[in-house]
């Protein structure tokens, strides 16, 4: 089992940054790709981005390319997400989780290992 602890969730105002770290303590070795989704108010989870632990490739949604980048730590087990330019529809709970297979998927059910969330709320 992988454990997940998201941080850095908060309010910012539209056009600020923040930067979200996500834990991994466990069975990180047995993990392949560490994906971020987030899941606004009201609405289904969905894809935000995603990177293999191994080369460090990355994969985007196109609402946040050139806004926001995925990056790892791999000797502190650790997933960050630099969010620039935030805009109001970026609300969300964000979360990290874990894919064991090396896919860089958008399908939130092919991930598992979960964080709990941290919420991102951004005010126009």
């Known amino acids: 089992q992988v454990q997940l602890v998201e941080t850095g969730g908060g309010l910012v105002q539209a056009g600020g940054s923040l930067r979200l770290s996500c834990a991994a303590s466990?069975?990180?070795?047995?993990?392949?790709?560490m994906g971020w989704f987030r899941q606004p108010p009201g609405k289904e989870r969905e894809f935000v981005a995603a990177?293999?632990?191994?080369?460090?490739?990355?994969a985007y949604a196109d609402s946040v390319k050139g806004r926001f980048t995925i990056s790892r730590d791999n000797a502190k087990n650790t997933v960050y997400l630099q969010m620039n330019s935030l805009k109001p529809e970026d609300t969300a709970v964000y979360y990290c989780?874990?894919?064991?297979?090396?896919?860089?998927?958008?399908?939130?059910?092919?991930?598992?290992?979960w964080g709990q969330g941290t919420q991102v709320t951004v005010s126009s």
């Open positions: 466990g069975r990180v070795f047995s993990s392949y790709v």
């Open positions: 989780a874990i894919h064991n297979l090396p896919i860089l998927s958008t399908i939130p059910e092919r991930y598992g290992g």
């Open positions: 990177i293999r632990w191994t080369n460090g490739d990355t």
